[in-house]
């Protein structure tokens, strides 16, 4: 938490009220432009549009209105839930952040764009739902209509622009500055922030594959046995010792499944990566990547028996 507040700044990154509404700078393939706040026009323009309705119809209708107050129960909870979260997006709200324990560790204030847009699609089904009970429902049926298909063709252009990905290029002299010893040490990810828990001391840079006492006698796909490569699926064949030990030099993690083999096991050193030991002679030891779903199904099968 320390290395967190000390190199992150949580009050720069606080963006304007408008990019909420209409994000511009938004760029398809770039580290910091492929980001957007945007809640989505579709939504926050439905809403206002269906506001200015409500507006109106409520003039004419207020007989109607009385008999629907019940529901405003509803539509005061959610406009209260907006509040609280459109309030988190802002300065206003630096408090929050500096004085609840574990704000900071949000980092991005508008990732809690994740509660707030399916709360505004709330309101706005509640909108639409107060706006028929005070017109006749053929209004408020062409009214949904049209508020659709402005959705779908302004998502359908929005999908189609996304197809022109121009992917941000670096020089030279921009990436050895990146990786340079005394910016990566101020790093979070150096700084320890990412390590195990136990772990205090960043564990040296080895090979991803490392054997002892055993022979591999082939490797699919090979390019492991010489880099560290995003993966999928390894599949080792070793000959192996009584004393054979694979090491797999990343930290242990649930989205890695390990299949040590016939009669094989594994563990986990003191740097927190993976150890594999296979039974003796000729044995198959696979490293796969699974997904979270794949990942919470291990932990309830390996929890069940």
């Known amino acids: 938490m320390d290395v967190l507040t000390t190199n992150f700044d949580i009050s720069k990154q606080f963006t304007s009220f408008f990019d ?14 492929g980001y957007s706040v945007e809640i989505g026009r579709g939504i926050t323009i439905s809403l206002i ?6 507006k109106i119809l409520t003039k004419k209708s207020k007989s ?9 129960k509803t539509w005061i909870f959610l406009i209260l839930l907006t509040i609280i979260f459109v309030h988190l997006q802002f300065a206003l709200a630096l408090w929050f952040y500096q004085l609840v324990p574990g ?5 991005f204030p508008w ?10 699609i709330l309101l706005l089904c509640e909108r639409l739902e107060f706006m028929a009970t005070l017109e006749n429902k053929l209004l408020t049926r062409q009214f949904c209509q049209l508020l659709l298909v402005f959705i779908v063709v302004h998502q359908i252009i929005f999908g189609i622009n996304a197809q022109n990905i121009q992917y941000e290029v670096f020089f030279q ?18 700084g320890g922030e990412y390590l195990p828990q136990d772990l205090t001391v960043v564990p040296e840079i080895k090979p991803l594959i490392q054997t ?16 560290a490569i995003h993966i999928q699926k390894i599949s080792l064949t070793v000959q192996s010792n009584p004393s054979c030990q694979i090491y797999f030099n990343q930290f242990d993690n649930p989205f890695i499944k390990i299949i040590p083999g016939e009669g094989g096991s594994t563990s986990i050193s003191e740097q927190k990566t993976i150890i594999v030991n296979p039974a003796p002679g000729v044995q198959k030891v ?17 929890f069940r028996f």
Do not use: M
């Open 20 to 33: 909420y509404l209409v994000y511009v700078k938004f760029d398809w393939g770039h580290t910091g432009g």
């Open 212 to 227: 002892e006492n055993c022979q591999i006698l082939d490797a699919d796909p090979a390019i492991v046995l010489t880099e």
């Open 111 to 120: 990732r809690l764009l994740t509660f707030l847009t399916p709360i505004l």
């Open 286 to 302: 696979e490293f796969l990547h699974q997904g979270l779903l794949q990942a919470i199904g291990t932990k309830l099968l390996d």
């Open 64 to 72: 109607n209105l009385q008999t629907n107050q019940a529901k405003h």
């Open 103 to 107: 704000a900071a560790y949000l980092q």
């Open 49 to 54: 549009l269906t506001g200015i309705v409500i």
């Open 173 to 190: 002299k921009t990436i050895e500055l990146a990786l340079d010893k005394n910016s990566l040490a101020k790093s979070l990810i150096f």
